[in-house]
């Protein structure tokens, strides 16, 4: 998730509408990655859009670093607590940059949910890979035994 922010900080070519060195490979509308791909485009785009600083994005992923509703947490007031601290001093960084501060971090906190989501879906993807390869290998020493049992 905290590189989706890096990259559309500093690797999204608004010209080219996609990243450099990032997902800038094409993939076939029937990959099972293409819908993902043009979601993380379109975040990406949000992302350069919204100009942040390196403050900003570091910040942000911290934020998303410390998510307090994983189901295992033993302490998740802990993590809360975190992001409190983390809100204040954003908060109290914007103060001395912009005029109108409510209007930023809405703007900043707005990308959260797209990052977060895309950051699940990927994990999830990335499952489904690993699951697709193994059975594929599964099935190919089945296929050998096979063939030297022919």
């Known amino acids: 998730m905290s590189t989706l922010l890096m990259a559309g900080h500093k690797l999204y070519g608004p010209e080219e509408t996609n990243f450099q060195h990032f997902w800038s490979w094409n993939v076939s509308a029937r990959n099972p990655f293409y819908p993902f791909r043009q979601q993380l485009m379109e975040v990406g785009k949000k992302v350069h859009a919204a100009n942040m600083d390196v403050y900003e994005v570091a910040v942000l992923a911290a934020l998303l670093f410390m998510a307090s509703d994983f189901s295992d947490l ?38 959260v949910p797209e990052i977060r989501h895309l950051g699940m879906w990927h994990q999830e993807l990335m499952k489904q890979t690993r699951i697709n390869v193994q059975i594929q290998e599964v099935n190919q020493i089945f296929d050998t035994v096979h063939f030297r049992e022919s």
Not at 83 to 89: E, G, M, P, V
């Open 74 to 111: 033993a302490y998740p007031e802990a993590i809360e607590e975190g992001h409190r601290k983390l809100i204040a001093a954003l908060k109290s960084y914007e103060l001395t940059k912009v005029l109108n501060v409510k209007s930023r971090l809405s703007e900043l906190f707005a990308l």
